[in-house]
């Protein structure tokens, strides 16, 4: 569990940020030149409130852009019974007067809960969660999961390792298998269809099938086909008998093998009630253009002819997206997909009407001016606040070497190292293997059994040092890793974030070293001023790392 910190500084958007999280350097300059800081604030630490953040104007803007666009759609304007979205006699969802609602009531969700009871999730789940060993809700689990229970489109924006995935799981499982809550008679309706009720896609197959054990781990042992998972590099036809056979409430997949399979006529996903795009960013990559763009139009849409344009087109769904780093671009596309979405941090809920480029989301992008604090302090949202990160100069041909005095330096026992082309990963791995170090290779080009192999190696113990590119960088899970070694230097800020976001995971203690050559330093300089993090030059010398001082 996140420890809450012990003071909070307001700044002026309203966002609150543990005073550990800020290094020195920021703290200097966001306290001298740009005045951001409105006070040192709310010592106790309190549930806060959207109201409490000085959001409620923003929601009244919004619930008016909400009207505006609800007159447009003609939608029948009566108070709702029930919290989720209605048929109306007319047989078409009755969204404006849920919308209405569910924004009054989130100014009363709980941000800092101080257990999963708390946050209006059903007995059963809370049972499971109790024996999956979850006791105490993340920051961001607790102001996501009530959130999506409204009925919100989310934009879930939180740092690595923060507990992202349960933050969207739980509100679906809430309402979709098993362990959702039961009817006002009290029985539990779940039965098994041919719809397909809520879609989770990832862009990696290891991160596909990380989310699908985390579902099974609620779901538990009898109940585990409940969840299907669609990644590439696994027999399709198999999956495709699977999905006949167990009529799964949820899959999850990559986005290559979903569309296949949704185009086959063998995914039935019109009324599907839940579409997360976990790694959202990454998603929304060129990469993925042509799948996803086919997932978007599919999931949760409605048959047939629809002349109240595309926001009803897909009212029955809700779109949940999740990344720790999330560019405007993602918010523009959120803004035109979902219907009127919240963008969801630990501890705050806003409009995403009122996030503007400049405004506090994770825009990692090289930045000046006035500007640039505000972006600082957004880009260190996507860093887990206990990582320390440094940097060490090596020639090209030394650099496999000062890795494995690192390694040895810091005592690291789980260590993922990140190289950018296969075959220098393989001789990397080839020289830590001959100096008696058990390491092991994870890339692409290496089948789907194979790399779950090493993967499960790598998280059992038995492999101390994974070099690999990538494809590991984002989502994977492995608590017990303890350094993260740049043996390549990170494409940008993004990449460096969500590399190093595989240590000091849930609050756990966790160091980032690059090791570059000496050209490359101004690179290293150049993600410090973009992270608004210290990476400052060391050594290894006499099995120590020590700091060298720069002038
Ligand atoms: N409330 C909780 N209590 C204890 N452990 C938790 C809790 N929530 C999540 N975890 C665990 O914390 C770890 C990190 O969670 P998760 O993978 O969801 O993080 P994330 O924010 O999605 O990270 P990333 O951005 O790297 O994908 C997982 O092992 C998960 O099981």
Redesign the pocket.
């Known amino acids: 569990?996140l420890a809450l910190p012990s003071t909070r500084l307001l700044l002026l958007f309203g966002e609150s940020l543990p005073s550990s999280r800020l290094p020195n350097v920021s703290r200097k300059v966001w306290g001298q030149t740009s005045g951001r800081f409105v006070s040192q604030v709310n010592p106790d630490n309190g549930p806060l409130t959207l109201s409490s953040l000085g959001f409620k104007s923003d929601f009244d803007k919004t619930n008016k852009i909400k009207a505006d666009k609800i007159e447009r759609l003609d939608v029948p304007n009566e108070e709702p019974k029930s919290k989720v979205r209605g048929v109306g006699s007319n047989g078409i969802k009755t969204v404006k007067a849920v919308r209405v609602k569910k924004s009054l009531e989130i100014e009363s969700a709980p941000f800092s809960a101080k257990s999963?009871s708390e946050l209006g999730l059903p007995p059963m789940l809370l049972e499971r969660l109790d024996t999956a060993?979850?006791?105490?809700?993340?920051d961001?689990?607790s102001a996501a999961v009530p959130t999506i229970l409204k009925g919100h489109d989310v934009v879930i924006q939180?740092?690595?390792?923060?507990?992202?995935?349960?933050?969207y799981l739980l509100p679906i499982l809430s309402e979709v298998g098993p362990l959702k809550k039961k009817s006002a008679n009290g029985e539990s309706e779940f039965e098994k269809k041919k719809e397909i009720d809520a879609v989770i896609v990832a862009p990696s197959r290891e991160?596909g099938m990380?989310i699908v054990r985390?579902v099974e781990?609620l779901l538990g042992p009898t109940d585990k086909k409940v969840v299907q998972q669609l990644v590439g590099g696994a027999n399709r036809s198999r999956q495709e008998e699977a999905l006949k056979k167990n009529k799964p409430a949820i899959v999850v997949g990559t986005p290559g093998r979903i569309a296949e399979i949704s185009a086959a006529g063998k995914l039935h996903t019109h009324s599907c009630r839940f579409l997360v795009l976990?790694?959202v960013d990454e998603l929304l990559s060129f990469n993925f253009q042509e799948d996803m763009h086919r997932i978007l139009e599919h999931v949760g849409r409605r048959t047939g002819s629809d002349p109240r344009g595309s926001i009803a087109k897909w009212a029955a769904r809700r779109t949940i997206m999740?990344?720790?780093t999330v560019p405007f671009s993602v918010i523009r596309a959120a803004r035109s997909w979902g219907s009127d979405p919240l963008l969801v941090q630990a501890k705050k809920v806003m409009p995403l009407e009122a996030v503007s480029p400049s405004g506090p989301v994770n825009i990692l992008k090289p930045t000046s001016g006035s500007d640039s604090s505000m972006r600082t302090q957004a880009a260190l949202q996507s860093l887990p606040p206990a990582l320390k990160h440094y940097h060490c100069v090596a020639k090209l041909q030394h650099k496999v070497d000062t890795l494995r005095r690192c390694v040895h330096a810091l005592d690291a026992k789980c260590v993922i190292a990140f190289m950018n082309h296969t075959k220098q990963l393989k001789d990397a791995v080839f020289k830590l293997e001959a100096r008696g170090m058990v390491a092991a290779e994870l890339h692409g080009d290496l089948g789907k059994l194979a790399r779950s192999t090493t993967l499960k190696k790598f998280k059992n113990g038995e492999v101390r040092v994974l070099v690999t590119n990538e494809l590991s960088a984002?989502?994977?899970?492995v608590?017990e890793c303890d350094l993260v070694v740049n043996l390549d230097l990170p494409t940008d800020s993004i990449h460096y974030a969500?590399r190093a976001?595989?240590t000091g995971?849930?609050g756990r203690k966790g160091t980032v070293v690059t090791i570059c050559e000496e050209p490359e330093v101004f690179v290293v300089k150049k993600l410090q001023k973009q992270l608004g993090i210290p990476i400052p030059a060391c050594e290894f010398t006499e099995g120590k790392l020590n700091v060298i001082k720069e002038d």
């Open positions: 569990m999963f060993g979850f006791t105490v809700p993340t961001v689990q939180s740092y690595t390792g923060s507990g992202k995935t349960l933050a991160l990380q985390e781990k976990d790694e999740v990344s720790a984002r989502g994977l899970d608590a969500h976001g595989r995971r849930l």
